[in-house]
């Protein structure tokens, strides 16, 4: 296992810079995940740790010896890509063993690991079967199981479950956390998805641009987000998220551009007047008598929850309640934000106000 030390690190084609000065600090045994949407550079930098894609500027280094001029079979990492990238033609067991044939291990070693793999794995009575034979998530475990035998200090997953359906999904990221808690081997971890990231992550690193924008573990970014991206990004359904200002006289309260109006707590240091956004998350709404009247223009139970949207002038209030209710679209509802779970962020850079 080795700690991985990402510094300063940019990457340009030409003169169009995608990665912009990128610092990441990862520890031996850490499970790490790169999240962001399409586009945002994270692909792109763990092919960059892999030695896939030439550096531009900055330094990569893997248990503290710097690998930008080391080539990817010498840099002691595995890559578990998302099309598998299994030889068709070669059985499960094949498969497995093969870059520990390419490097003229021993036959009984290269046996040995591989079973022990597989029954990590539970692909004990799969060795004999080709690619064509096995599920998806067969597949992906094949292609875990050869990064697995190698023994390396580094795991790299590029978008590994995204070819599989939703259930399967769900079972594959327990799998891999397991995998993980059991070997403890360092892990780099790349999706889109946030709900991966928020379930699997030690640390999670939120990307946009070529740019960190925080990071953190799953609740620290969930709780305390840095901005307003990290804010709409994290968390399923999204956050509440509505500009507006504070009031310049009378009582302190939040005034919407929509033309709602939503409490704030009293004694908050702000300045009247400031341009805001009012970030509260939609499990930290409740109905109450007391609260803010809208008006209901969806209704979707789900089964564990009922989500509700509702109008507050001409803003979208999305409320998750965790009772069943029968509240109907057309229906009034008074709504009451918890006030102790309450986001500020300023209206002009888009940060976080403490």
């Known amino acids: 296992m080795a700690s991985v030390s990402v510094a300063n690190v940019r990457k340009s ?42 550096i531009s500027g900055g330094n990569v280094a893997i248990g503290g010896k710097v690998v930008n001029d080391v080539e990817p079979k010498r840099r002691d990492i595995a890559m578990v890509f998302q099309s598998y990238a299994l030889y068709p033609h070669m059985t499960v067991e094949a498969n497995m063993g093969f870059s520990l044939r390419l490097a003229k291990a021993p036959k009984e070693e290269i046996r040995q690991r591989v079973r022990d793999a597989a029954q990590i794995l539970g692909l004990e009575n799969l060795l004999d079967r080709h690619p064509r034979n096995l599920s998806g998530g067969q597949r992906q475990r094949v292609a875990m199981g050869r990064a697995i035998v190698r023994q390396p200090q580094v795991f790299l997953f590029d978008e590994p479950l995204s070819n599989l359906d939703a259930k399967l999904r769900v079972q594959m990221r327990s799998e891999i956390k397991q995998l993980h808690q059991r070997l403890r081997t360092t892990t780099i971890y790349v999706t889109h998805d946030q709900i991966e990231a928020m379930t699997m992550a030690d640390r999670i690193v939120v990307m946009r641009d070529g740019y960190v924008e925080q990071i953190g573990s799953p609740l620290e ?14 968390g399923s359904p999204g956050m509440n998220l509505i500009r507006g200002k504070i009031s310049s006289a009378g009582p302190l309260e939040f005034v919407a551009d929509g033309g709602g109006r939503l409490p704030l707590p009293q004694g908050l240091d702000v ?14 709404i409740s109905i109450s008598e007391a609260g803010i009247d809208t008006d209901v223009v969806v209704v979707e139970p789900t ?52």
Do not use: Q, W
């Open 13 to 54: 084609y030409g003169h169009f810079e995608v990665l912009h000065g990128v610092d990441i600090d990862i520890e031996d045994g850490e499970f790490v995940i790169l999240v962001g949407p399409s586009g945002c550079g994270k692909s792109t930098l763990l092919r960059m740790i892999a030695g896939l894609e030439e």
């Open 221 to 234: 970014l969930y709780d305390r987000p840095a901005n307003l991206f990290v804010a709409g990004f994290i």
């Open 271 to 284: 300045t009247r007047g400031a341009e805001i956004i009012y970030g509260i998350r939609p499990e930290n």
């Open 303 to 354: 089964g564990a929850e009922t989500l509700i949207v509702s109008r507050m002038g001409s803003d979208d209030l999305v409320t998750a309640l965790r009772e069943r209710v029968s509240t109907r679209v057309g229906e009034r509802l008074s709504l009451m934000p918890d006030l102790g779970r309450l986001h500020l962020f300023d209206g002009a850079t888009g940060r976080r106000l403490e």
